[in-house]
């Protein structure tokens, strides 16, 4: 049980580490434009992202998958990018119509999420027996923080459209705009790598 716990924790910090923030902009740009009246979609695409991430760390574990960090890093950033301008230019409308696009795109943006850490959970589980428990454990832990995260949006966005009385539109843009304006030097700094 305690393998549980530290293999549980390891993935909820994984989410929830400021310093690797970028896990936390990608699930603010994700559900940013939702409320409480669709809690359910909200976590089932935290839980399509978590799916991608694992498959991608459950590749790696097994040896199936080998990539170079300085390209995904560089993918992860763009995937966050892509998200928050995807929202720009859609903050007028009600909601996305197109939801299997929604979590397709979903699944495969978890996947570049999971390999920028793939090589890390590599390393933790080489020489284990058991690499599926482990994987589900952190995983685990992983859609644990993420719920935390989606929560902490989906209250603030309560706050600020029901009781602050922001207009939807405005909210999604501004929020959307400081998402892209803190991803900015990452993304630069991710490109300037791999050149």
Do not use: C
């Amino acid at each position: 049980m305690s393998d549980f716990w530290l293999y549980f924790k390891l993935g909820l910090e994984h989410v929830l580490d400021w310093q690797a923030y970028d896990h936390i902009l990608f699930l603010i740009s994700l559900v940013i434009s939702y409320s409480f009246s669709s809690w359910k979609k909200v976590l089932y695409l935290a839980s399509t992202f978590t799916l991608g991430h694992t498959i991608s760390l459950m590749l790696s574990a097994y040896g199936i998958v080998n990539v170079d960090t300085k390209y995904v890093e560089a993918l992860i950033a763009i995937s966050i990018l892509i998200t928050a301008l995807f929202n720009l230019f859609t903050a007028k409308k009600k909601e996305n119509k197109n939801a299997l696009l929604l979590y397709i795109t979903t699944v495969f943006f978890g996947i570049i999420h999971g390999l920028g850490f793939s090589t890390y959970f590599k390393m933790i589980a080489s020489g284990m027996e058991n690499k599926f428990l482990l994987l589900l454990e952190f995983t685990l832990g992983i859609e644990a923080a993420q719920i935390i995260v989606v929560l902490s949006v989906l209250v603030f966005t309560f706050i600020f459209l029901k009781v602050l009385k922001v207009n939807r539109r405005d909210w999604i843009l501004v929020i959307s705009a400081i998402v892209i304006g803190i991803l900015l030097p990452i993304l630069q700094e991710t490109l300037m790598q791999l050149w």
